[in-house]
């Protein structure tokens, strides 16, 4: 006969309790820590990262620094590179 183990972290929270907050607002955190809003602005951070890298040489403190600094940054974007930074979060995301 075979097992069939489960986890032991449930899947849908009781009525009252909180989940998880967005590392970068108050939302319920989803994916890697944020919200659906600022998950899709993370992954851009990523995927756009490597076009910066070729053509710039740049680090990725610098990349994160430059998203901040740019008007022309939206601001689920800018909030996820000002946390990034804040967390020291790396590429992969980890942190240091």
């Known amino acids: 006969m075979d097992y069939m183990f489960q986890s032991t972290v449930p899947t849908e929270r009781r009525k009252g309790e ?17 919200c659906e809003l600022h998950m899709k602005a ?12 070729k053509a710039m040489q740049i680090s990725w403190k610098e990349y994160l620094s430059e998203i901040v600094k740019n008007p022309l940054t939206g601001e ?11 967390s020291g979060e790396k590429q992969d995301g980890t942190s240091n």
């Open 42 to 53: 993370y992954e851009n951070a990523i995927e756009k990262y490597k076009v910066w890298q």
């Open 76 to 86: 689920w974007a800018r909030e996820v590179a000002e946390s990034m930074i804040k």
């Open 18 to 34: 909180k989940g998880l907050k967005c590392k970068a607002c108050s939302r319920e955190a989803r994916e890697n820590g944020y």
